[in-house]
């Protein structure tokens, strides 16, 4: 008996084994390609079956997918993946890969805040946010110990929550999206516009630390508009606690403490008097093991 997870993000694919719970093995990667992009994720969870052994004795597959997705149906339509923008049906493509399997879908957030709740920051914790800060901006919602998917499986995608402000356009259609603004994409974008001649948003925060203007102010327009929809998001959730993962999550001081200070500023209501907002704790692979957790159970959503 076989169970796999799949992280489905906006520039690399991953899957791996699941044992022990939640745990994820033997993890293997691959980039999103331009083109052929179901080819190439079908050769990666080909690849890791047959590593774990008999391709036919796959049971379980959970899916993490960065969004929008709509599980009702099983597809998804990844903004940064033009080839599916339109929508794919990956529960269909990937049972058909493994027909004895049972196969789970969930957005990249979810399974973020089933991550942190299972083995992260969010463990003990009733009411809470987890939000990946990467090259885009996503999230879940944890409510009385479970995450909450909504009508489609959008619920907690605070990427496209409006903020104050800002006039950038946004891939989803709409203008000033915290992800337009906030992502690490968009900040190398901004950072390019103002002179700036890196490429990531991994260069960008050396870059920052290293003095240079350009790549601090990116930071801090990021660290900004990130605290204004945070405090948005808690004040209509009503919750004590917020994690943030993703790798430009790791940028350090420079773009977190003008995240704390906004937060501070917009989150005002007695009620948000006790916010937290925290850095996660599982630094990598948080897709993955929320996939994990998913394919384990549905009773989690």
Request: net charge negative; charged share 15%; hydrophobic share 50%.
């Given at each position: ?9 906006a ?43 008999d ?12 969004g ?30 493994f ?23 969010l ?18 919602i ?7 998917v ?7 995608h ?39 001649t ?12 290293e ?9 801090h327009?990021s ?19 917020v994690v ?20 501070r ?15 996660s704790?599982v ?19």
């Amino acid at each position: 008996m076989t169970v796999l997870a799949l992280d489905i993000g906006a520039t690399k694919f991953a899957a791996g084994v699941v044992r022990d719970g939640v745990e994820v093995h033997d993890v293997r990667r691959v980039d999103v390609p331009p083109s052929g992009v179901w080819e190439a994720c079908a050769g990666l969870l080909r690849e890791v079956a047959a590593a774990a052994g008999d391709v036919s004795a796959v049971t379980a597959v959970g899916i993490g997918s960065a969004g929008p997705v709509d599980v009702r149906i099983g597809v998804i339509n990844p903004l940064n993946i033009p080839e599916w923008k339109s929508g794919f049906a990956v529960v269909e493509a990937v049972a058909a890969l493994f027909p004895t399997a049972t196969v789970r879908l969930a957005i990249d957030g979810a399974c973020l805040a089933l991550a942190e709740f299972h083995v992260g920051a969010l463990r003990g914790v009733a009411n809470a946010l987890a939000m990946t800060v990467s090259s885009g901006i996503g999230g879940g919602i944890i409510e009385d110990g479970r995450v909450v998917v909504g009508r489609t499986g959008n619920a907690g995608h605070i990427g496209h929550i409006v903020v104050p402000g800002w006039d950038v356009p946004c891939a989803c259609g709409g203008v000033g999206c915290v992800e337009a603004v906030a992502s690490g994409m968009s900040s190398v974008r901004w950072a390019r516009s103002q002179g700036w001649t890196g490429d990531t948003g991994v260069q960008l925060a050396a870059a920052a630390n290293e003095g240079d203007e350009i790549a601090v102010a990116a930071l801090h327009r990021s660290g900004t508009a990130l605290g204004q929809a945070i405090a948005s998001a808690s004040a209509l959730l009503d919750i004590d606690t917020v994690v943030i993962g993703g790798g430009f999550a790791e940028s350090g001081a420079l773009l977190w403490d003008p995240l704390r200070a906004a937060v501070r500023e917009h989150a005002g209501l007695q009620y948000l008097r006790e916010l937290r907002v925290l850095p996660s704790r599982v630094t990598h692979g948080a897709t993955l093991v929320g996939a994990a957790a998913l394919a384990r159970s549905e009773d989690l959503v």
